[in-house]
């Protein structure tokens, strides 16, 4: 006899039924053809990472340029992808001071979901992208492709990889104050 007065495998086959009914009774209840099955709540990492097209990129990133040039700011571009440690690090410290308000402030963020290096592999080549996360800071230059743009700073950081980069959203907010600032002397 188990702890609950069944032998175990009575018991077993009782958790089975109960499985097998609530999923049968889900599939019951669900959503006829006029009903639609409501949607889960978005994903936020998902909405940070989007799949473009290199012509949805490019006018992504042409709309930060529009934007930045009209409101005095830089556009930062983020080569990223959803597999990598280090860029959901990044994503994280984007979230705390002083790096949430340098770049609220400061600059028009465009991420480039890189996938697995299998898409935008032009731009990925023409800023030397060797991996991820990868930073490119840049000064604005609408109606140009963005590889013809001024760099004002280029990396890779590795927050949860590497122990000697970057690793706080202070030293993230520091390089790029530095990458604005140098530009306004």
């Known amino acids: 006899m188990s702890c609950c007065g069944e032998p175990p495998k009575r018991r077993n086959w009782l958790v089975l039924g109960g499985i097998l009914i609530t999923i049968v009774g889900l599939g019951i209840a669900g959503a006829t053809a006029s009903e639609p099955v409501a949607q889960a709540p978005t994903d936020t990492a998902k909405a940070y990472w989007v799949k473009r097209t290199d ?9 930060a340029c529009t934007d930045a040039v009209a409101n005095k700011r830089q556009v930062l571009l983020t080569f990223s992808a959803t597999w990598c440690g280090d860029c959901r690090k990044i994503k994280s410290l984007e979230a705390e001071s002083p790096l949430r308000e340098e770049l609220e402030q400061h600059w028009n963020k465009v991420v480039v979901d890189v996938g697995r290096f299998d898409r935008h592999e032009k731009l990925i080549e023409q800023f030397g992208v060797s991996g991820i996360a990868h930073l490119v800071a840049l000064s604005p230059s609408c109606g140009k492709p963005v590889g013809d743009w001024t760099i004002l700073r280029s990396g ?6 590497n122990p000697d980069g970057v690793r706080t959203a202070a030293g993230l907010a520091k390089w790029l104050t530095g990458a604005r600032t140098e530009t306004d002397q």
Do not use: M, S
């Open 55 to 63: 012509a949805e990129l490019d006018a992504v990133i042409e709309g």
């Open 156 to 161: 890779k950081f590795e927050p949860a990889t």
